[in-house]
């Protein structure tokens, strides 16, 4: 590995640092070794960390937070058992159209396709729930990984996003930049609405 430089951080703290740039100040979570790096990224940042029994648990406040502020709800949880007992906040975000983003550890790269212990396929465990499932095997792209998903939550009808962090991309380092949000478009109400709606005050 070459030297580090003065940019050079692990993906790990780019996230944290992508998440605090999409104004996360609260992350609800079980923690998992598959993503311990991210816990120790968060360590000292100002944002709270919600630490829960039970991974269902966590996406559900996830949830819930996500109702009261507007802005997408983070959960963070270990591969495979964790990501499954995740699955029905997941659902649950779907169904009440609630702005979701579920980051999810998973095995070392290395180790896809080889039938690796907790090895799960999360395009097909999330695909029918989720607006976006993105699975990050290069440091340099989780910035962007990230950015996708809070747009993703946020865009028409809002909905659960799922980030997969292979647990050895996430020590790697990175000279990336921090992603900033991306713009949300916003629709003119139609004329005839406002016609119709300005008839009805005016009764």
């Known amino acids: 590995m070459s030297a580090p430089t003065p940019n050079t951080r692990t993906a790990a703290?780019?996230?944290v640092a992508?998440?605090?740039a999409h104004g996360v100040d609260r992350v609800f979570c079980v923690p998992?070794?598959?993503y311990l790096a991210v816990l120790d990224a968060l360590y000292g940042r100002p944002v709270e960390?919600?630490?829960c029994r039970h991974e269902s648990g966590a996406g559900f406040m996830a949830v819930a937070d996500a109702k009261l502020t507007g802005r997408p709800g983070i959960c963070l949880v270990?591969?495979?058992p964790g990501a499954s007992n995740a699955a029905i906040a997941v659902h649950t975000a779907q169904q009440d159209a609630a702005p979701l983003v579920l980051f999810v550890g998973q095995i070392e790269r290395k180790d896809r396709g080889r039938g690796a212990f907790q090895e799960v396929n999360y395009d097909r465990t999330f695909g029918d729930m989720a607006k976006l499932v993105v699975e990050v095997s290069d440091p340099d792209r989780v910035a962007e990984a990230t950015a996708m998903a809070f747009h993703a939550a946020m865009t028409?009808?809002?909905g659960p996003a799922v980030v997969v962090l292979p647990e050895d991309m996430l020590m790697e380092p990175t000279e990336a930049p921090v992603a900033a949000p991306r713009p949300l478009p916003e629709a003119p109400p139609a004329a005839a609405a406002v016609a119709e709606a300005a008839a009805l005050l005016a009764r």
């Open 78 to 80: 270990s591969r495979g």
């Open 32 to 34: 998992g070794e598959s």
């Open 49 to 51: 960390i919600v630490t």
């Open 18 to 20: 992508t998440l605090e």
């Open 156 to 158: 028409g009808t809002p």
């Open 13 to 15: 703290q780019l996230l």
